[in-house]
């Protein structure tokens, strides 16, 4: 994964960069950047994982490997379950979403820089991954705060981040697209246009006729479930567990007894997936 040298002349070199090796990496970043809207520490601990165990594309640019070390990893991990218990108190939820949003810049363009090696090459280089770091983290920070703010506002407050099932369902699904990401980017960040957009729709319609969409949720929860019953693919579980929650609340919010069946069998089925599963397999 590192660059090589051709020699040009005696004492003359130029550098060649595997390209699709670099480009992979900063894709990574991107999808990455993306997951920080569910989760803000925990993109950080699966990265420092897989710089510790060389997973998939990873390669830290210069300076920043320390995110591998043990220390590091221990560190993001404990910072990824107090984030999870604040999520689960309204108050402090409230307040940590205020400061996400602050952060959000700041972690999207640190995570960019750090899993793009092509970052060590030039300063200008840096600076663009870090606008366009900085970017992805506002936008996806926004992309999914705002309807989901407004679903909670729809659903009379039914739908909240502080709900317990709603934090570990986005947990699981930070961590899914993050593993996704490191092994496969562009399948990571088609997941999280794919969400974000799902997400919008969802919000707008849901003001019109939240029972239909409540049992469109149900059968597209119940559909995805298929693919995920195959070894290796449990990690789509996690996706069907959240959406079929929402669309749970929404099914309630709607008086719709077809969508709240469908999406109670859909979550039944979830959490019996990722328990069998262990979340991944």
């Keep these: 994964m590192c660059p090589r040298l051709c020699l040009l002349s005696p004492g003359h070199y130029i550098i060649i960069l595997d390209m699709d090796i670099y480009i992979a990496s900063v894709i990574m970043g991107i999808a990455l950047a993306a997951t920080t809207r569910l989760k803000m520490t ?21 300076g920043t490997e320390w995110l591998g070390s043990w220390p590091a990893i221990i560190c993001f991990g404990v910072a990824v379950i107090l984030e999870i218990i604040a999520d689960n108190i309204p108050a402090v939820e409230h307040w940590l979403d205020i400061a996400e949003g602050f952060i959000s810049p700041v972690a999207g363009a640190f995570i960019v820089i750090a899993a793009s090696g092509m970052a060590e090459f030039d300063p200008l280089m840096t600076l663009v991954l870090g606008l366009i770091g900085a970017g992805v983290g506002v936008g996806a920070y926004l992309a999914h705060n705002i309807p989901k703010r407004g679903a909670r506002d729809i659903s009379g407050g039914a739908f909240t981040g502080a709900s317990f099932l709603s934090s570990i ?55 995805a479930l298929v693919p995920a019953l195959l070894p290796f693919l449990g990690i789509i579980a996690w996706f069907t567990l959240a959406w079929s ?6 099914a309630a919010r709607g008086r719709s007894w077809a969508g709240a069946i469908l999406n109670f069998l859909a979550l039944l089925l979830s959490l019996a997936r990722v328990i069998v599963g262990l979340g991944i397999f």
Excluded at 43 to 50: D, E, S
Excluded at 171 to 200: D, K, M, R, Y
């Design 42 to 62: 925990l993109p950080f601990f699966i990265l420092g994982i897989a710089i510790k165990l060389g997973w998939g594309m990873v390669h830290p640019a210069t």
């Design 169 to 223: 369902s986005e947990t699981g699904l930070a961590a899914a697209e993050a593993f996704i990401a490191v092994n496969w980017p562009w399948i990571a960040l088609g997941l999280a246009v794919l969400s974000l957009v799902a997400g919008w729709l969802l919000f707008i319609f849901l003001r019109k006729k939240p029972g239909l969409i409540s049992i469109l949720v149900g059968i597209v929860s119940l559909c």
């Design 245 to 250: 929650f929402i669309g749970l609340v929404v």
